[in-house]
Nanobody, 120 residues
Framework: VQLQAYGGGLVQAGGSLRLSCAAS????????MRWYRQAPGKQQELVAA???????NYADSVKGRFTISRDNAKKTVYLQMNNLKPEDTAVYYC???????????????WGQGTHVTVSS
């Protein structure tokens, strides 16, 4: 199983970016999908999560600005980031709980990071 994240870049404050993360390989089901971020010198934090049935939750710092969504047919999770602030600058990582076969417990998989830089 691989998770491939993309969509990061450099944007001015107030701008928008859309991150995507696509899962590939032997996959039976994908449960909760998440976006984390880690800023330089800071701990990793959970930004947003979406369950298999579409329930979402967000870090307080991004509520009202970020939207997580998923396309189950494409095995992809998205993070729409609007009204970006310099403090959103970080490496963003996707994570997903994936069951590779029926009857096997799901486990967490990580994508490679994608850099988001917001200039003031």
């Amino acid at each position: 199983v691989q998770l491939q994240a993309y969509g990061g870049g450099l944007v001015q404050a107030g701008g928008s970016l859309r991150l995507s993360c696509a899962a590939s390989g032997t996959i039976f089901t994908i449960n909760t999908m998440r976006w984390y971020r880690q800023a330089p010198g800071k701990q990793q934090e959970l930004v947003a999560a979406i369950t298999g049935d579409g329930s979402t939750n967000y870090a307080d710092s991004v509520k009202g600005r970020f939207t997580i969504s998923r396309d189950n047919a494409k095995k992809t999770v998205y993070l729409q980031m609007n009204n970006l602030k310099p403090e959103d600058t970080a490496v963003y990582y996707c994570n997903a709980d994936i069951k590779v076969y029926r009857g096997v417990m799901s486990r967490g998989y990580w994508g490679q990071g994608t850099h988001v830089t917001v200039s003031s």
